[in-house]
């Protein structure tokens, strides 16, 4: 087994490929979550989530008429939870409530126990004594301590008990935060870790990370020291809290919430908990950061961040009933109005797409003019300096601690990849200029000749205690379509999307541009590749459409639509909408399967290019909808179309001779109505399915890395099955005038009730037409392509409606929809 000393590669924390979780000889099934706080409640609402049923155990209640009335509570509040703890509310009835007094015995049907209890050593060890005697033989035992050592806690327990033994240490909220460390002991079994491993990153949707059992292990000890180091660079340049969290945001791939933003949405008492720990039991050389004075009388007061309605940040309603944001002054500990800083430097290097060249850009910056220079110069060397420090001591590698940071904290780049983005040669010259110390494992990288800490492609990264570099481990399986790209290439591309040859027959249609809105460029691409007798057609069996990016795609291109409406380009516009309808129409009848990936956000023609797809194979965060309405429009690339299909053959009304009006339709039509009109979007895939964006056999993936694998088996089942593409139907039964009418009622009564302004009226009842397939006789057959007609015909008359032209300006300038 590995050694304990922290100085060595802890092999047996490593996580496992895939090809050998199989021989395990654990399978988990069921589990329990000891502790029904807010870490153990939300982790067993995740697993609720990925299908397993949960025992949830916390203490017993007094006084109450159950007493498992604190797990019952716990499972209530989750219910409400912001942001949502479930995908879908209905799996709260997968987690069973219990208590330590009554329900030990139930942990014997239990494969693994997961301990979240209050973080003291001896209150997780009581425990652990007391559940030891109903566990079974195999039973797997972790904690999710988030920075007791994890040997310690379990210290003086059997020795069977050790070897099942070890730390997952998940992030809040970890429905939403994607890194799981696993902190091994010298005695855990690596078929106990390799099971918990394997079933975390495919049914839970994590990247999960080998930490050693070293104070708050990765991520918290890295982002802890680069919080601390900031209060204290602040304080000596005299920053105030919206300077530090513009500096510390997006501009350099941090999250947009900057430093205090995110104190206050963890939790002031959370980070002053973590910072103690760090403070405590961290011994290293930066014992000189400490957490502030000013956050201890944050304490005091009770000023914990949101949970409490003030931290850094507060809300306040003025005179005028309008709502004020306030920020504090940390120096007086008195509230002021916010405001947006002015910082000339971040403005200019938001001008740089990727955030490598946006770091370059504020480095070479005059750190004697340039306020952003001389705060970086200052931050980002002693966090990179610090992270060298820490290799070896809380992870194997450099690649370990980067994974856990971008994981962790949401970081684009970890510290290693923000330091070669800065250049290595040029960041040490400047620090040694600076009296800065360089780490002996930089001096080792730079005396071996290396240059970088990851060679160009990614694939290997330098290792100081062999002085060599070596591969970058990977999973079986392709993971992003950048390693895909790195190993098979681009058959083909474009500004706007490119072709990639995923191996074995199936290729990938991936959009590159800015927020992958689709344009032009896009849609005659896509049209391109996916004709009848194309290259691609005739070399490829299927496809998948999916990218890399945050968010799939949100939307049609609406500056286009804005400019063309300005010009009166009326033709060029009705030809948009055609090409568009093209593009739809090649992925729904393409001689090959086309499966569509989507993930994050996936708006407006971004949803109608998945409705359309054979098959669809999202993430379970999707943010999918039909959101033409809200910028004055109508789904005009086919969304209406198809929408209405699925809820004709949702009620079972597919027949050529249906006669008369059908309540079903009448149900089903209603509710897309008000999915398409109320431009409502899915808060998880599991929605998607529910709004009918997705089928029922479309598959969900949990984690995010995985989509693109899972993407192409699904693919690649659909072209192995002798895939026959639908034929363009011209027997759908239009719901017509009966339902149309209903709709149409609807419609006036949320006006008359005001709760829809005129335009929001006038929206609604075209997109009723279109749903309803116009006033005609109900049941009359029409094609698909009459459906298509009316879409283009409602969307160009509303371009010609100047308080959409106002909707679609307003939504460009701010991000966010106007009522008017």
Known sequence: MPSTDPGTDRSAASVPREENVS??????????????????????????????????????????????????????????????????????????????????????????????????????????????????????????????????????????????????????????????????????DRDAIAAVAAFAEIHLGKTVVPAHDTPNFIANRIGTFAMLNTFRVMQQMGLSVEEVDALTGSAIGWPKTGTFRLADMVGIDVLASVARNFEKNASDERADVKLPNSIEQMLERKWLGDKTGQGFYRKQRGPDGKEARLVLDPATLEYKPAASPKIPELEMARSNEAVAERIRALLAGNPEREKAARFYWQVLPELWAYAANRIGEIAGNIVDIDRAMKAGFNWELGPFEMWDAAGIAGTVEKMRARGQTVPSAVEKLIATGGTSWYRPGGREYFDPASGSYLQVPRSSGPRTLASVKQSNGVVEK??????????????????????????????????????????????????????????????????????????????????????????????????????????????GGGAEIALHAAARQPHVELYMGLVETSVGLVPAGGGCKEMTMRAVQAAGAVRADLRGESVEVNETIKNVFETVAMAKVSTSAVEARRL?????????????????????????????????????????????????????????????????????????????????????TPGTPVSEQYLLDLEREGFLSLCGEPKTVERIGFTLKNGKPLRN
Not at 504 to 513: K, L, M, P, T, Y
């Open 23 to 188: 021989r395990s000889r654990y399978l988990i099934q069921r589990v329990a979550v000891l502790g029904a706080g807010t870490m153990g409640a939300r982790i067993a609402a995740h697993i609720a989530n990925a299908g397993l049923q949960v025992l949830l155990l916390d203490l017993p209640s007094t006084g109450t008429p159950d007493k498992s009335q604190l797990a019952l509570q716990a499972i209530e509040n989750l219910k409400k939870a912001k942001p949502a703890a479930f995908t879908d509310s209905t799996f709260a009835s997968r987690i069973a409530a219990g208590n330590f007094e009554d329900d030990l015995n139930k942990l014997k049907d239990c494969d693994w126990v997961l301990e979240a209890v209050a973080e003291n050593l001896e209150i997780k060890r009581s425990l652990l004594q007391k559940i030891a005697p109903h566990l079974r033989p195999d039973a797997i035992v972790t904690t999710n301590t988030s920075g007791l050592p994890v040997g310690l806690i379990a210290q003086g327990m059997p020795e069977e008990f050790r070897r099942q033994w070890f730390g997952t240490h998940f992030f809040n909220p970890p429905r939403y935060m994607r890194l799981m460390e696993l902190i091994a002991t010298a005695e855990s």
């Open 494 to 603: 474009s500004a706007g999307a490119s072709l990639i040859d995923l191996g074995d027959g199936v290729a990938c249609i991936e959009f590159h541009s800015k927020m992958n809105t689709i344009g032009e460029d896009i849609v005659r691409f896509m049209q391109r590749v996916l004709r009848p007798g194309s290259d691609a057609v005739r070399n490829f069996e299927a496809f998948v459409v999916t990218n890399d990016a945050i968010n799939f795609s949100v939307g049609a291109n609406l500056m286009h639509v804005l400019l063309a409406i300005q010009d009166e380009e009326w033709d060029e516009l009705d030809a948009s909408v055609r090409a568009f309808q093209g593009m739809t129409h090649a992925i729904k009848f393409c001689a090959r399967p086309v499966i569509v990936a989507p993930f994050g956000m996936c708006l």
């Open 692 to 776: 009918r964006f997705l089928r029922e056999p479309d598959g969900i993936t949990m984690n995010r890395e995985r989509v693109v694998e899972e993407a192409k088996s699904a693919a690649r089942r659909l072209a192995d099955a002798g895939y026959v593409p639908p034929v363009p139907r011209a027997d759908l039964p239009a719901p017509g005038e009966s339902v149309l009418a209903t709709l149409r009622l609807g419609i006036h009564m949320m006006r008359e009730a005001e709760f829809i302004s005129d335009h929001d009226a006038k929206i609604a009842r075209k997109v009723a037409h279109v749903l309803c397939g116009g006033a005609i």
